[in-house]
T-cell receptor
Framework: DGGITQSPKYLFRKEGQNVTLSCEQN?????MYWYRQDPGQGLRLIYY???????QKGDIAEGYSVSREKKESFPLTVTSAQKNPTAFYLC???????????FGQGTRLTVV | ELKVEQNPLFLSMQEGKNYTIYCNYS?????LYWYRQDPGKSLESLFV?????AVKQEGRLMASLDTKARLSTLHITAAVHDLSATYFC???????????FGKGTRLHILP
């Protein structure tokens, strides 16, 4: 089955710890995105990648980092510099940049 | 910068009723997307509208786009409880700019 897989579904982070959220797609899509969603809010763009080996900061990139070494993979690292990381993180992909996006199931990150 | 505003942000309605969710955007745009999100779940693509006057329907949901008014609507006909969800619209000014999401309309349909 083609789709976007995010893991883990739930993640707990201690203060001062870096954590990495996985996002894999087998849709052969060029573009991939990371969004953050806070309760009762819309989606805010963290990072995006229009093509493999390239990525750009979105609206709220501070405290996050990404890589795009393979077309199918776009992992997101939440660093200790992100002071309020508790949120629902959504990865998405689209066949080309800014076309219809398809979303993974999300990772809920909680700081403990 | 493009702003996308949805109205209302919260809607509680009875089963069997009709209602419309509005999505206004602030600059010209050549694309409009509608997504559905169930509580604690991801977003599911519902409609993609790419031209003025475009209308798409799926079951009890119908979406339309008026690019001159910078307005898209999502109309719900004879609502059923299963349509309870949060609905997002999203748009981009053009092919090169990032897609901006509205804050979402939380729809609660009472049995």
């Amino acid at each position: 089955d083609g789709g976007i897989t995010q893991s883990p579904k739930y993640l707990f982070r201690k203060e001062g710890q870096n954590v990495t959220l996985s996002c894999e797609q087998n849709l052969n899509h060029d573009a991939m995105y990371w969004y953050r969603q806070d309760p009762g809010q819309g989606l805010r763009l963290i990072y995006y990648s229009q093509i493999v080996n390239d990525f750009q900061k979105g609206d709220i990139a501070e405290g996050y980092s990404v890589s795009r070494e393979k077309k199918e993979s776009f992992p997101l690292t939440v660093t200790s510099a992100q002071k309020n990381p508790t949120a629902f993180y959504l990865c998405a992909s689209s066949i080309f940049w800014n076309t219809e996006a398809f979303f993974g199931q999300g990772t809920r990150l909680t700081v403990v | 910068e493009l702003k996308v505003e949805q109205n209302p942000l919260f809607l509680s309605m009875q089963e069997g009723k009709n209602y419309t969710i509005y999505c206004n955007y602030s600059t010209t745009s050549d694309r409009l997307y509608w997504y559905r999100q169930d509580p604690g779940k991801s977003l599911e693509s519902l409609f993609v509208l790419l031209s003025n006057g475009a209308v798409k329907q799926e079951g009890r949901l119908m979406a339309s786009l008026d690019t001159k008014a910078r307005l898209s609507t999502l109309h719900i006909t004879a609502a059923v409880h299963d349509l309870s969800a949060t609905y997002f619209c999203a748009s981009a000014p053009n092919r090169d700019d990032k897609i901006i999401f509205g804050k979402g309309t939380r729809l609660h349909i009472l049995p």
